[in-house]
Structures are given as C-alpha cells and as structure tokens.
C-alpha cells in the first residue's frame, strides 16, 4: 500500500474518533462577538494548539491580539523544493440568538439522520477539523508529501479585526506557496466547488436620535419626526426603483461581469427554484438585469442586519421612540473599498437625513473584495483532488460571502487561496439548527489527503 | 365657618397625608400591560376599594372582567333634586422601560424640590388621588353638596378594553347627571385648562414574514427582499410629501377646524418653542398648514410605537432577518372611527405590501375621539372652581391625547365628560422619571371641592 492510500484507509477506519475530536471543539462556545465568552475563544485557540502539538507540529504558538488569539503552527520536512501549504481556518463562531428557534442546544452537538447539529458544526469548525484530520491521517502513516503551516485565528465571525496586522507583522513566519482555506462550501452534495471569488464587507451602525427621551405619542404625535419612522424613510432611500444602492458612485469600482463568466455561472444551473426552496420566501428579489446568482456572487448588495426602536415588548405602549439603530452592511466585488464605501455612506447621510433628527455612523467592520487565479498548480491539484472523490470536476463559482483574510494574504503575503469547503447551502450557517452533512464531510477528508500527495512536485 | 371652608381648610391642614395616601397606592406596580403585574393590578384595585369604604361610600364592589377589575361605589346622600357626579380614574399606569433611564426606582416616590417623581405620581394614580382627597376633605367635615358615583378602572393604558362592556353591562350603576374625569392636563402651570375634544386610538402590529429563519447575508444578499427594509419601506410609504397620512379615505371623516376654533387655539400662544423646549429636538415637524397645537390636538397622526427585526446586540451579526415587527399607531380626531381605520390599513396593506414577503396585521387596542359641551351647567361649575383657585379663567383646548372612556361614556350612558387635571406638560408621563408638581395638585384638590360645592343647584 503507498502512502497515500495507507492515510485513505486511516481515514476510512477514524470516521468516530474525528468526530468525537470535532465535537470536543464545538463544545466550546468560543463567539468572538460576545465579550461574555471571550474567556471561551481563549479556550478553543488552547485546545487547537494542544491538538496540533499532539501531531507533532513544530513551534506551535497562541499570539495574543487586542482581542482573540492567533495560533501558528508548521511541519516542514518535505525538503525546499516542495511547495508550503498555508493552512487557514477559524476557530470563532456566530452567536446563537434567537436561541428559541433551536431544536437543541447549540452547544452540545447531536445526530440527527445524516446530519450533525450545533453552532460551527459547518462553518467553520467542522472544515477546520477536516482539515487537522486529514494531515493527521498522513502524519500517523508516514511521510508528509509537502511542507505544511497553520493560521488559525478567532475573529473571522466579527470581520477577522486583527488578522492582516498580525500577518503584516509575520510575513516571514506564514511565507508559503498558496494558502488553502476550506471556509468556502458546495454548490449542492453532489457538486465539488471551488470559489474563485469573493464578496468584501462593510458593516455598519447607524443611530438616529429624536427627542431626549420617549414622548407621550397623544401629546406629541403632530410635532415630532418620529426617529423610528426616520429611520425607515431613510432606509427606504437606500434602493432605487431597480434595486440599485443609490450611495453615491457605490457602482464606479465595481468590476463588470464579462459574457465568459456569465456563460460559466449559467452553467451552474442554480436557478430560482432553488433559492426559493432554501429560503422558503413567497418570491425573489434583487438588482434587476442580473440572475439570482450573479447578484449572489457577482454583484454588490445592501443588507438591514437589525433594526431597534421604542417599544418592542408584548402589548402596546404609546411612545414616540428616543432614538432608532439600524445595523446595515454592504457585500462588496472587486474592485470595491469597505473604506470607499464607509465615506460614500458619510456623504449619503449629510445630504439624506433631514434636520429634525441627529445621528452617528458607526462602522463596525470591513473587508476587502478578491478573486482567484484558477489556473495555478495548486489550484489544479485541488481541482484533480475532488473529482478523485466525487467523481466530478468540480464547479467554479464566485462567492456571496465576505472572507476578508483571502484579500489579506493576497495583499500582504502576494499568495492566492485555493477555497473550497464541504458545507452545503441548507447547513443553516449563521443561524439557528445550524448543521453538518457528515457523508459529504468525510468525503472532504478524503479529498484533503489526495490534495496534499496531488500537490506533491 | 361654612361647609366650604371647613372642607378647604381640612385640605389644606392634610397635605402630607393627601401625599402618604398618594405613596401608597403608587408603591403598588400597577402595570397593566405587563402579564407579571396582573396581581399588583389586583392589589391596587382592592386598595381603592378599601380606602372609598374607609370614607364611607356605600355599595363598594370590585367586579371582575377578562383582565383587569372596575371598581364601582356610590354616596348619594344630597337628594334627588341634586345632580350625580360620576368620578372616573384609573389606577393602572404604563410600563417602566427603558429602565436604565430612570433616575431613582419608579415605584418608590421621592420628592425633589417642588416635584414627586414615581411612574404614576402624574398619570393617573396623582389625579386620581387628588379627587379621592377631595371627597374626604368634605366627608370629613360636612354634608355631601351633591350626589357622587365612583368607577375606576385598571385597564386604561391599554386601551379601557372592558370598560366599554361594563357600562354597557351596568348602565343603571352608573347612571349620572355627567363624568368628572381628571386625566387630562394643564398647558402650563398658571393656566388651568379644560380639554373639549380628545384624540382617538387605534394601535397596531405589523408583522412582516421573510425567509424561514435567519439567512446568512453574504450567500442570500441579492436574492432575498430583506424583511427589515420591506417594513421600513412600508412604514416610509405612509406619510407623503405634505407629511399626511397615505391610508385610504383616512381623512374623509376628519371634522375641519373651523375659523373659531383656529382662532381659540392660536390664543393659547403655544408656539414651536415651547415644543421644542420640551423635546430637544433639533427641528419640529408635522403635516403641513396645520400649526403644532393644531397638529397635536385637531388633527390625526400615525406614529411608530416600535421596531424590532434581526441583530440588535452588540457588534456585528452579517444576517437577512427572518421577520421584522413594527408598532405602529394613529390618532384620531371626531369623526373618524378605529375599526374604520382597521379597515384602511387592511386594504393599505393589500395593495402595498410586495409578494415577496408575508404579513400579519393585530389591532391590539382602539378609541374613538370625542367632543363635550363646554357650556353645561357641571361644565361651567367647574370652569368657575378652576377660576377661584387659579385667579384666572381657564382655557379650552383640544387633547391630542386618547381617552377612550369619554367617548365611551358618551355612547352608551348620553352623559359627557368634564376632562381636566392637574398634570404638566413636562410631567413625562409614560416616559423615564414621570413627575407630579406638588404645588399645582395642592391647588387641585382644592378646586375639586370648589367644583363640588359650585356644582350643587
């Protein structure tokens, strides 16, 4: 048997002993966004670098930041001729409300049929794991065919905040050949997928104030530009009639689509049918001229992630509201700037909001837009890797979500990301029942090991 | 010494007891709203009834309803030649929140220079209490000038519910020569005010439906008509660009001002500043060609109560909320009707609420406006006690407040409403730090025997 098929097989006979692993991690609350649980995410960064330690991976380090740590990590015996491997993942995970619409706790993962229920069984730590099983599969049955790192960070789920300083500041230490980063998913369970392109992020929040405090609504109703209601004109604002974003010059960077990659996104045959079944919405919406996945991936959008206002309770209670918040982000293309966008929104608010109220800007978080080269070795060594599982070239398709470490390392490192990752679309990540397909996880494990003899030289 | 005097003078010798009493019945948490009180709500209504017994009126008796219990009592003493005045108050009072807002606990009253601060001490349990001491100032040193009736009820603040059945149920109980109802105000504390036409309710909520549950934004932001900007985009539908209200035929019942009483009300010389004064806001705002006082008490409003949709914690949460909920209430002036307004808003709803999204409308409460006879016999008696207390006559205005009783009283009993009081505009009823200036409910108490004494044919 050579190597590679002694770690397929090593694989095949841990399937429970990688899963026991990855719920050991899911067992830990690590959200980065709550400071309640900071002392959680210091706890996962730990138990990773007491994993990777136990694998035997060399100077295995947990960076401090102002916030989460960052864990480094490397196994560098294939010889300088071999390409290094920058493997990435995060630790960190969304917050859990509205934790009523669980079927269970988040925390204390379960399985449900061929699925595997909890916060971060899919995005991200499942894919994490995935990853750490697959070179533990290599290392404990022989040779590792090329040069391996990791960086593993806390803080992706709030905009990655410290990740491209500490990468500016540790060039040497992360210097690699291409970074692989599984946070990414598939088109469906039948379907490898690699994404070539990303959305960028800018998030923000945005207060309105009215009166000094809640006014009697009978006493006041007449005389005051209610905050909430300015609020909702304001928003209202946002979209033209074609559903554009009418921030000013919000379109100027962003990159047209060519006919080539329409023709390849239409390939994908992910029609409206299917969005209208994940979501289970009467109808779709969207920028008009464009299909559903081209505004998905292709195309810059503006969300209203929360809303607050007034009373909120059971029952009725007539106020005029203090003030209103409104949390708003935009995904961005290339070549769009979450700093471009940060000022086209100051500009948008001193023309648009009206002299009855007063507000504040917030912005929260930001990350830059990237897109892939697909044609490198590397990228090819992954793409031969899937279909060695599935049986099927893999798809490539541009992405709607943000990873903003992808732009970070292009920027800072001058590599590209190989992103792929096994999640599906109905793994509910980001909300509640989040959950993991375990047949499509274990075949992912299986194509990691074949990624990493394929990239061997 | 006449039966008049004595009464005043007993007044003016209890005034700490007046307030002990007062405190009391204020300690109690009689939130109507909030399921967690409906024992406190018990416990004041039986507080009532025991302190009326302790005074001598006859045929106390709680009665309950659905909700929240009516107290009713009688001392009918001065002959059947002499008009019957029933007294109407409520003993519950609105919520607390937003909590953090309050200076000192609102159910523990403090009086700081001239003011006595405590969720209450204005709306109503103050007014309430002032008639209450009142009646005792007379019990206690002579004969009753006229006959009385009490009914007080507990579900005020939530739109009277079940008052409306109960006088419909209790006709011969209450019957009476016409209602004296202190839950209105003064426009400042030098002029007492007579309230001639009160504004109507009809409190609403909108809930509108998206996807499933919560969707990631970054894989669903293009495809999904975000509930969060569906509502804003509703709610920025209803007002246009003259700042009226954009149901349908919504203003085909609103009476016209009519010259005389435009010019009544400019009399009362409440300008913008004093509008803005009160609220801090940078700019006032209103349907055009309507002054404020105009905007406040003669014509309707619709106002947001509150806003709720997605993430609201702290920092950031990149989802497309699942639903987004909006409180959302009008005002309304004779002759306009709740259930008519019901009505518009289900068509409004019909014609502009997108197919891309569901929705569920609840009218939670409703009132209808009202108009009384300000040149009644009981009507000028009153008019003449504000005068002697005061030195000068009071003004007549219109309340952009509802109290729905008053038109509930008038429909089924024919009998109107003397709507006065004793509160300040700046008394931040249903707000943080409510308050009750102690100097202006002395006088009040005193005008009130004036008024029971000047009321006797």
Redesign the interface.
Known sequence: MDTRQSSLKFASENKDYFLNGLDELIRIPSIS???ENAVDVKKAAQFLADKLKSLGVEHVKVHSTKLHPIITGEYLHAGSNQPTILIYGHYDV??V??IE?WDRSPFQPATVGEYHFARGASDMKGQLWSTISAVESIIKTGEFPVNIKFVFEGEEE??SLHFLNFVEENKELLRSTVCLNPDAGMVNANTPTIVYGL?G?A?F?LKVF?????????????????P??V?????????DDQNRITLPDFYKSVRPLSTEERSELARLNLG?EV?LQ??????????KGYT?LE??GA?P?????????????????????AW????I?T?LVPDQDPEEVHQQFIAYLEKHM?????YELKM??GGKPSISDTKSAESLAFAKALQSVWGTAPIYKR????ISVVADLQESLGIDSILSGFGL?DD??????ERLHLPTWYKGIDSLIHFFFNVKK
């Open positions: 966004t709550n400071p969304q917050p409300d509205p619409l709030i905009g959305r992020l998030y929040e009215g009166p000094a405090h809640d006014l009697h609504s009978g006493s006041f109703g007449g005389v005051i530009h209610n909430a209601q609020m909702a004109e304001f928003i209202a604002g946002l979209h409206d969005y994940q979501t289970s919405v009467p109808a779709l919406w969207g920028e559903s505004r998905t195309r959008t503006l969300e209203i992630n929360g809303l607050l206002s007034g009373f909120t309770g059971e029952g009725s209670k007539t106020i005029i509201p209103a918040m409104a949390k982000s995904r009206p002299k009855t109220v007063k929260l978080s992405e709607g979500g943000s679309p509910n990540i980001h909300a509640p029942n």
